[in-house]
């Protein structure tokens, strides 16, 4: 472990959907099993990282080697990445995190009742746009589930969000996105796009997201 391609450096991945609390027995959520988010946990530790795993609600079963925090919420998730960001060297955000949560969450199981029920929600905090913007030397990967204009929108991401490169997968692709053991995506920098990569399965996918990581802190570093 001790030597490979990122020996020494600590990586720091999220993986999983978030669960947005209703009432006490009901939620939003989505379809992530997390099987990508552990795909890149796993690989890391491979390469020889120290690794922390930042996980919400998942169908599969985490690697073994790796540090794990669970959480619940964005908000939840939000919390555990912050309190970790200073001391990482690259940060993966594989999850699906709710774009929007009910705007209250009862504190008792809702009783039906004869009127039309309206479920308000609201925002939840951009996880990845806010730890762009705090970000100093910090290598930072952002996914781009997209169904439509995918290099677009990819693009608009990595910008928006300052990250360093960004993995998009066309989730309405067979074999890619939600659930599976495969995927298929492209990498994209802030040059445009690096790679773009057959179906494979998550485990390579992440093999070689993460060399192209680690490639670019490499030379990041021998310039500096
Ligand atoms: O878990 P699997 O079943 O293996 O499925 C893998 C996957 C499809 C979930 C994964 O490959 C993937 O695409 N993850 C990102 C899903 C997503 O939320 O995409 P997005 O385009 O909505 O978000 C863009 C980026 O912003 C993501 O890195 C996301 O983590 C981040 N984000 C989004 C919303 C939010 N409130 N906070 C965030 O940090």
Redesign the pocket.
Known sequence: RGQGKLAGKRVLV?????IERIDPVRYIT??????????LAEAAYRMGADVTLVMGR???EPPAGVRTVKVES?AQ??EAVAERFDGADIVI???????YRPAHAHSQKIKKSGEKPVLELE?????????GRSKRRQFL??????TEQVER?AMD?LKR?NCDL????D?SAEG?????DT?I?QIYGPEGLIESLPLMS?RETAGRILSVAAERLASAAARS
Do not use: P, Q
Not at 30 to 39: E, I, L, R, V, Y
Not at 123 to 131: G, K
Not at 141 to 146: P, V
């Open positions: 999220t993986a999983g959907g978030t989505n379809d992530s099993s997390g099987k990508m988010g552990f795909a998942t169908s599969a964005a998730m939000l955000k594989a999850a699906a995190v709710a774009d925002r939840t905090i951009d996880i990845l746009e806010t730890l990967i952002g996914f781009a589930a997209e929108y991401k969000k960004v993995v998009a997968n989730v890619a996105g939600f659930n599976g995927n995506v998550k």
